[in-house]
């Protein structure tokens, strides 16, 4: 029984201390619509002080400005592209958690399928070698053996 | 043949990568800012805050915008060199205080000498994110046509000043002379 209570007990204090640590607390919009867009995009913003923390969860104080940023972008109406399109045009691609597809990084999301594609092409290629040899073998000169 | 060719050759790239990925500084982003237009701005000054500061004024001339802050140690490091790019007296030197205490700042420049023409004040921080400002100090070079020509985003150094700004500035400058 008391060990249900010390893992209980143990499970609270941790959902706890998750929740101290999340760095933007307050909430920016009463509307929840507006709010989930405000969590979503903050949450693949990269923060460019601390490159690897999105600006939702940094404390610096560029991510604290970067976020006010996009809390009056979607006060004022804007739309998430719009608002994803004024980062890039300031911090490069880079600010970006989900990068998109450019001509600078085409051939890194084409890499996968070029291999898939090398590699069929290799595998036909030994199996149709494979075969020949063996419908060869019997007719062979050291066919004898088998 | 080929068996030994191809892996040897897929292995010379791969480390010809690496090998390169290894000299690059993985905090340096390049600026998308370089070929582009200027973001305009209008902020008082830091000295007299009647009295404003903005990049219209500029317009036709060659000029330097650094960004810095009291609380930057980079700042501190590289003030000297300020002072003394200033006093070649090439390129008017634009100061962007950002997100600092206009007191301190002021403090700071009567103390450590003052190598800016002008300094604007950018206590939100506004300016500092139209130019993908993300850490001070951080100096860009503009052409006379309001385009930025190169960004510098570490301590300013006489090296760097001699062989990256100082080309461009002259250019920049012949290239203005040559189009009137």
Redesign the interface.
């Known amino acids: 029984m008391t060990r249900i209570l010390r893992a209980l007990l143990l499970a609270l204090t941790l959902a706890w201390a998750g929740g101290a640590l999340a760095i933007d607390t307050e909430r920016a919009f009463d509307d929840p619509a507006l709010q989930a867009r405000y969590d979503s995009i903050t949450r693949e913003l990269r923060c460019?002080?601390c490159?690897n923390e999105t600006i939702a969860d940094s404390n610096a104080?560029?991510a604290g400005?970067?976020r006010r940023?996009v809390r009056e972008m979607i006060a004022a109406g804007q739309t998430d592209d719009q608002i994803r399109d004024f980062m890039?045009?300031?911090?490069?691609d880079?600010v970006l958690y989900r990068p998109r597809m450019t001509r600078m990084n085409f051939l890194l999301w084409a890499a996968p399928v070029l291999l898939l594609v090398l590699g069929a092409f290799a595998v036909v290629r030994v199996v149709r070698r494979r075969a020949a040899e063996a419908a060869l073998e019997p007719e062979g000169p050291e066919g004898g053996q088998s | 043949m080929w068996k030994f060719i191809i892996p040897f050759g897929l292995f010379v790239v791969l480390a010809a990568f690496l090998y390169v990925g290894l000299q690059r500084d993985?905090?340096y982003?390049?600026?998308?800012?370089i070929g582009k237009a200027a973001p305009e701005f209008s902020l008082p000054s830091l000295q007299d805050a009647a009295y404003p500061v903005s990049s219209a004024d500029l317009k036709g001339r060659v000029w330097v915008f650094n960004v810095w802050g009291t609380w930057c140690g980079g700042c501190r490091q590289e003030h000297a060199v300020l002072v003394e790019i200033a006093k070649q007296n090439v390129v008017p030197l634009i100061g962007l205080d950002w997100?600092d205490d206009n007191a301190a700042a002021q403090q700071w420049l009567r103390e450590l000498g003052n190598p800016y023409a002008a300094v604007a004040s950018d206590s939100?921080?506004?300016v500092?994110?139209?130019?993908?400002v993300?850490?001070a100090p951080e100096t860009f070079l503009i052409g006379p046509d309001g385009t930025v020509l190169y960004t510098h985003i570490a301590p300013m150094t006489m090296e760097v000043w001699a062989k990256e700004f100082l080309p461009r500035i002259e250019a920049a400058k012949s290239g203005k002379g040559g189009q009137t």
């Open positions: 460019l002080v490159q104080t560029l400005d970067l940023e890039i045009a300031r911090y490069g880079f | 993985p905090s982003i390049p600026s998308p800012l997100k939100e921080g506004r500092a994110i139209d130019w993908g993300y850490g």
